[in-house]
């Protein structure tokens, strides 16, 4: 091997960025240069160049608990990124445009390399897998399990009842501010294979019927339990998968703010003073205001406050059956 061609198998190792055009997509230089890496490198040298090359395009919502989450992993990781705001509450999530880039009409949804990733979780994998540097990750892989089990609880059980509650409380008197043929064009948009397949016919019925829908107790019952096995976790641990901060941290984060936004923080102060201590953690980190707080828009904020105040001696209500 030449002294050049070591050069540059160093350089495409230590500083690959170098080597790669800035607009994320691989030149016919860089795919030489790797190409030569490879070459001296026996073909087993990693080959991931082109997915970390850095512009990353985060389509997203305010208060949306699941663009939260990802935005607190790209803040966490130090990772810099374009937003597309997308009004879930006015429904621009329905727009054409949006339909193509994610056809279930939900946010968040990433655009890396002219690729769409969905799913918060996991983009939030995708990232840490991507951009290895600050990993969100624990390092054993029984950690990597129990991380795994919190957000695999947020996909399949809380973030469903997450919407459900929070349109009872408080967005239903948002939505309703819509004019009568806006709201019905709203509710009717909803695809059928959403946030789960029946959340099309879900809504409507809480925007409708508020506390009155069927079900919605238990929906808070079985939140509240989750806030008690958290509980029960950081009785073991520090974090909620380990020693570290974790996905599992961030899976959870914007849940509990959603009620701490929603005025409902009795939920944990009052009896769970391990969460409580979480919580106070996760608020003095630096993302806890720049991946969260910051994008609810003012309006938003206030709203979330009040009505959420208002539905709170009715939640208690319920909490005690
Ligand atoms: N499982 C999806 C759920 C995404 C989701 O439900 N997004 C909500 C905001 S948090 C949304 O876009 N809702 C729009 C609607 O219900 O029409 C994920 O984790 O990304």
Known sequence: MTAIELAIL????????????????????SRGLTLLALKWCGETAWVAEPERTRMLELYHHGSSVCAAKVRLALDEKGLEWQGHYVDVLKGDQFSKDYLKINPKALVPALKHNGKIVTESTLICEYLDEVFPDIPLKPVSAFEKVQMRLWTKAVDEVIHPICGEITFASCHRHIVRRLPPDDLQRFLASTPSLSVTPEWHDRKKELVN?????????????????????????????????????????????????????????????????????????????????????????????????????????????????
């Open 10 to 29: 160093w350089l495409s190792w230590r500083q690959p960025s170098i080597l790669s055009s800035r607009d994320n997509q691989a030149t016919p230089c």
């Open 209 to 321: 019927k508020g506390f009155d829908a069927p079900g919605i107790d238990v929906k808070f019952r079985i939140y509240d339990g989750y806030l008690q096995k958290m509980e029960e976790t950081l009785a073991e641990r520090r974090w909620l998968a380990g020693d570290t901060f974790s996905l599992a941290d961030i899976g959870m984060v914007p849940y509990v703010n959603r009620l701490a936004m929603m005025s409902m923080s009795d939920m944990w102060e009052k009896s769970r003073p391990r969460v409580t201590q979480w919580f106070e953690t996760v608020k003095s980190r630096p993302s806890f205001h720049s991946a969260l707080i910051k994008w609810c828009p003012e309006d938003l904020t206030n709203d979330l406050r009040e009505f959420g105040a208002q539905s709170w001696p009715e939640v208690k209500r319920m909490l005690r059956k």
